[in-house]
């Protein structure tokens, strides 16, 4: 069957989402509802999320296995989330009703179709960073952009901002290889690293995939691509007949930072292109990676037609999305920050950043999430804790996996401390919160980090 295209439909019909409530299936279903679709969905559980669509004007139920049988049986298209399954029972019903079945991103490739300039940001890491600060950016350009986070930004008040101009911004996840059902014009790669090993075979797997997803630009618009990372040099090496812009900290990249300084834990540089100053930014968000997401940005902004100087006023504007170095609050003194970091690559990255504010220790409380990534990167794992005074590690968060048998914190708690860091597993939130409640200290800093449900942990310390 041809891909799934928005001309397929005509205004006022019906779309279903099974998962509505994820956060990119919630942005869709904004999409759909301010294009004049008539919107129905389904997800386990009620959150704020839900209820804002709700409000919208969806017609949403609830459960492990609720179904929305007069939502399936007047919808044009069933859209659904990854983690449902053939066996769901609205998928089930779909498909013995005769509906077109489509998944989340080939939903999101229509939608990103209708733009003259459509940005897909991919990436092992960054993704959501640097689709926000694009999102400054072209509003601080004075543009109308449309825009779609896996994360909150204040900006656009959630994860979806709708615009009437012709750019759309989305995050490109390479899991499954969905970014490659997506109508990029312009395709950016900040890193490429191993993750989601229980999809891809390896890192030759997920190169090749981000080179497939490099040539949807062919013809048509260009690749923005870290220049100093070896596997997205090693993806787009001897690619033929595509644009492809480089950024990086060398000045052998079209785009590099020049004049880096840092003013009480943040970056301010100049932003250079094939040796001539572009404009200077200030940031508010720390780390060198920041300096990277920035120069991306300016490279993207440039290739469609935006003003570099009003674009990085924009971005100076930036101070974080929800659960990226978010401060939550306070614990005996000590800030207590946020961070989605899951990944060795991330965390390092994360860590570094806090290194460079005053401070007496660091903590860290981390959860790992699923057990493939954490039995595949195990020996990462270990290594990237170097910068932290004081490690606690908690349970594993599963996600869409089932325990394994063999894969355990309290072994990666043991190999971690190994190599000199003082590290401790323990299990349940109640007990981490009491732990560090009588541990911590005036100007530490402690971070609660991973993709899972360790935001919790905030709730029980923050005063």
């Known amino acids: ?17 099974i998962g509505i409530g994820g956060i990119s299936m919630s942005g869709l279903a904004q999409i759909a509802i301010k294009a004049g679709y008539k919107v129905t969905g389904s997800d ?19 459960g492990r296995e609720a179904v929305n049988e007069s939502g399936i049986k007047n919808a044009a298209v069933v859209v659904h989330t990854a983690a449902a399954k053939a066996d769901n029972p609205e998928m089930v019903l779909a498909k013995d009703l005769g509906k077109r079945v489509i998944d989340r991103a080939e939903f999101l490739g229509a939608v990103m179709k209708q733009y003259t300039h459509a940005v897909g940001v991919a ?15 072209l509003l601080g350009a004075g543009l109308d952009p449309t825009i779609s986070i896996g994360g909150e930004l204040d900006l656009i008040g959630g994860n979806i901002k709708t615009g009437s101009d012709d750019y759309f911004v989305t995050e490109a996840c390479e899991y499954t290889n969905s970014f490659l059902k997506f109508y990029p014009t312009i395709a950016l790669i900040t890193n490429i690293e191993e993750d989601h090993l229980d999809f891809f075979t390896g890192i030759d797997m997920i190169k090749d995939s981000f080179r497939q997803f490099a040539y949807l630009t062919e013809g048509k618009g260009y690749v923005v691509a870290m220049g100093d990372d070896e596997n997205v040099c090693d993806a787009l090496k001897d690619a033929e007949n595509l644009n492809i812009v480089t950024y990086g900290v060398s000045d052998k990249n079209d785009y590099y930072p020049d ?6 834990g943040f970056p301010s540089f100049d932003v250079m292109k094939n040796g001539e100053k572009v404009c200077t930014l200030s940031l508010n968000v720390p780390g060198d990676h920041n300096i990277l997401n920035a120069l991306a940005t300016i490279a993207v902004c440039n290739l469609s037609g935006v003003d570099a100087g009003k674009a990085a006023k924009g971005i100076e504007t930036f101070k974080g999305t929800h ?23 991330e965390i390092k990255a994360t860590l570094a950043a806090a290194k460079k504010f005053n401070h007496n220790k660091i903590w860290c409380v981390f959860q790992p999430h699923t057990y493939s990534r954490t039995r595949t990167l195990w020996k990462e794992f270990t290594e990237a804790f170097d910068n932290t005074d004081e490690l606690i590690l908690t349970h594993i968060y599963a996600a869409r996996e089932k325990f394994d048998g063999v894969t355990k914190p309290e072994d990666l708690t043991e190999d971690i401390k190994k ?3 003082s590290a401790r597993y323990i299990d349940k939130f109640d007990d981490i919160a009491a732990f560090l409640k009588e541990n911590v200290k005036e100007g530490d800093i402690v971070f609660t980090m991973g993709a899972g449900d360790v935001v919790n942990i905030n709730n029980l310390i923050c005063e």
């Open 1 to 17: 069957m041809e891909r799934f295209q928005l001309s397929d439909l005509k205004k006022g019909d019906g779309i279903h989402f």
């Open 44 to 62: 386990w559980n009620e959150t704020p999320i839900t209820d804002k669509l709700t409000a919208m004007g969806a017609d949403i139920v609830y």
């Open 123 to 137: 990436g092992t890491h960054g993704k959501t960073t640097t689709t926000s600060m694009l999102a400054h950016a």
């Open 259 to 264: 004049n880096i300084k840092y003013h009480a």
């Open 323 to 345: 659960r990226r170095f978010e401060k939550k609050g306070f614990l005996n003194g000590a800030v207590v920050i946020d961070d989605y970091a899951h990944h060795p690559t």
């Open 419 to 421: 190599r000199g860091i």
